[in-house]
């Protein structure tokens, strides 16, 4: 696997490449996503770390799946995908958060399976919140997790799920040490 500034590349130079396929400017996929031109063109560039949020935001705008992006190949399995203990698409988004994407080459998926970890942060460290369309399950395996979501401070530990429109500015800390949890996003309109 990349180290994280080339998989930063390859991510980036498939947006571009999606985008302009896509007949799209870089104002209107900023436009889409919620994010200033100028923090776009860094990302196109290769030149800013993505948020997840921002990385799905983005495969919604150019109609590709997050796995496009990640790993520039689309999809191609249906009916089921096994992922065993341990496996799944990593994918090290900003320095605190690791996700193994569970059913990454799952076609036409109505939601994203993750397992993040979320490194313990330091006392007083304060993280962007992002949002995304959609909805969003977080179940915590291990550890204890502080979500900010809309401005309410909630505490779970382990066992403690929470459901949420994603459209609500969130972010994770991880207290006590690292956290690990599942968490599903569901798409905007998504319909079985």
């Known amino acids: ?14 947006i571009k490449d999606l985008r302009d396929i896509a007949g799209l ?13 100028e923090e776009y063109e860094a990302y196109e560039k290769g030149t800013c770390d993505f948020s997840f949020s921002h990385l799905f935001n983005i495969a919604e705008a150019l109609g590709v799946d997050i796995s496009d992006l990640l790993t520039g190949e689309s999809p ?10 341990g496996q799944g698409l990593k994918c090290n988004r900003r320095e605190q958060y690791v996700y193994h994407h569970l059913a990454y080459n799952f076609r036409d998926k109505l939601a994203e399976p993750f397992i ?13 919140a992002h949002s995304h369309e959609g ?6 395996l291990d550890g204890q997790l502080k979500i900010i979501l809309g401005g309410s401070e909630l505490y779970l530990k382990a066992g ?13 800390y991880a207290l006590e040490g ?15």
């Open 76 to 85: 191609k399995l249906h009916g089921y995908v096994l992922t065993r203990d």
């Open 25 to 37: 400017t870089a104002q209107q996929v900023a436009d889409k996503t919620g994010i200033r031109l």
């Open 116 to 128: 993040v970890t979320v490194a313990q942060d330091s006392p007083g460290v304060e993280k962007q």
């Open 1 to 14: 696997m990349a180290d994280n500034s080339e998989q930063l590349g390859l991510i980036a130079m498939r």
């Open 160 to 172: 403690d799920s929470i459901y949420y429109d994603s459209s609500l500015p969130h972010v994770m």
């Open 135 to 140: 909805q969003e399950f977080d179940y915590v």
């Open 178 to 192: 690292d956290c690990r949890f599942i968490a599903v996003v569901v798409k905007e309109g998504a319909k079985a």
